[in-house]
């Protein structure tokens, strides 16, 4: 099956924003943008009304579009919150899942092992494949948990940290940092069904995102 048009102008505009084409803050005008992707104004302005449901685009009142802009307090807040909400969900994950859960989580770390972080066109940014098997084995850890409205959170509170997380991406520290180790430590705590461990794994790997982010200077 083709790509229909509007879907291909939605998913350019899409990299465009994850790949750190413009800066936080910026207005996305739809008749620019029209003109950039060669495309009707209508056509954008649906593509940018569905970014801003995955939290890549901010809709303000008679202003418009922008890309998202975060302040320090925020970010650290919704950092506490995704820690919060994802390690009660794991530590119920623990309690209630079955084989069939952790035979799925295996292979959403197997597939995530094996798919390459970076882009080998361009070293410092992530892969886009990479990217869709990472949040696949972190929705895999909690979805044992059961509970919609929780999972439901999750995504969304992991949607408005993702496009930080890209564009720190070529920050040294990132550079350095054994995400496959925390990853695979992880699973290792959550297959042992140590949930005291698991939950202390999984705080610090998204404390040390934010680390990262921060110290790139994203916010602030």
Same mark, same amino acid.
């Given at each position: 099956?083709? $790509?229909?048009?509007?879907?291909?102008?939605?998913?350019?505009?899409?990299?465009?924003?994850?790949?750190?084409?413009?800066?936080?803050?910026?207005?996305?005008?739809?008749?620019?943008?029209?003109?950039?992707?060669?495309?009707? $104004?209508?056509?954008?302005?649906?593509?940018?009304?569905?970014?801003?449901?995955?939290?890549?685009?901010?809709?303000?009142?008679?202003?418009?579009?922008?890309?998202?802009?975060?302040?320090? =307090? %925020?970010?650290?807040?919704?950092?506490? &919150?995704?820690?919060?909400?994802?390690? &009660?969900?794991?530590?119920?994950?623990? !309690?209630?899942?079955?084989?069939?859960?952790?035979? !799925? &989580?295996?292979?959403?770390?197997? =597939?995530?092992?094996?798919?390459? =972080?970076?882009?080998?066109?361009?070293? %410092?940014?992530?892969? !886009?494949?990479?990217?869709?098997?990472?949040?696949?084995?972190?929705?895999?850890?909690?979805?044992?948990?059961?509970?919609?409205?929780?999972?439901?959170?999750?995504?969304?509170?992991?949607?408005?940290?993702? &496009?930080?997380? =890209?564009?720190?991406?070529?920050?040294?520290?990132?550079?350095?940092?054994?995400? %496959?180790? !925390?990853?695979?430590?992880?699973?290792?705590?959550?297959?042992?069904?140590?949930?005291?461990?698991?939950?202390?794994?999984?705080?610090?790997?998204?404390? %040390?995102?934010?680390?990262?982010?921060?110290?790139?200077?994203?916010?602030?």
């Amino acid at each position: 099956m083709s $790509t229909s048009p509007d879907a291909s102008v939605f998913e350019r505009i899409r990299h465009a924003i994850l790949a750190g084409t413009w800066a936080p803050g910026h207005r996305l005008a739809p008749a620019a943008l029209s003109g950039r992707f060669d495309t009707s $104004t209508p056509v954008v302005r649906e593509a940018l009304t569905r970014l801003v449901g995955e939290n890549l685009v901010v809709a303000r009142t008679n202003h418009g579009f922008f890309v998202p802009k975060l302040d320090l =307090r %925020e970010f650290r807040d919704v950092t506490e &919150l995704r820690c919060v909400t994802e390690s &009660l969900a794991l530590r119920l994950a623990i !309690e209630r899942g079955d084989l069939q859960w952790e035979t !799925e &989580l295996i292979a959403a770390h197997h =597939r995530l092992a094996r798919t390459p =972080r970076r882009c080998s066109s361009d070293p %410092e940014r992530i892969s !886009e494949d990479w990217s869709v098997a990472h949040r696949a084995f972190h929705q895999a850890l909690i979805v044992g948990c059961q509970c919609e409205p929780m999972m439901r959170i999750a995504n969304n509170l992991s949607q408005s940290t993702d &496009l930080y997380r =890209r564009w720190a991406a070529p920050a040294p520290e990132t550079l350095q940092r054994d995400v %496959e180790r !925390e990853h695979r430590d992880i699973l290792d705590a959550v297959l042992q069904r140590d949930v005291e461990r698991a939950c202390e794994l999984l705080r610090h790997h998204y404390e %040390e995102t934010a680390r990262i982010v921060l110290a790139a200077g994203l916010v602030g």
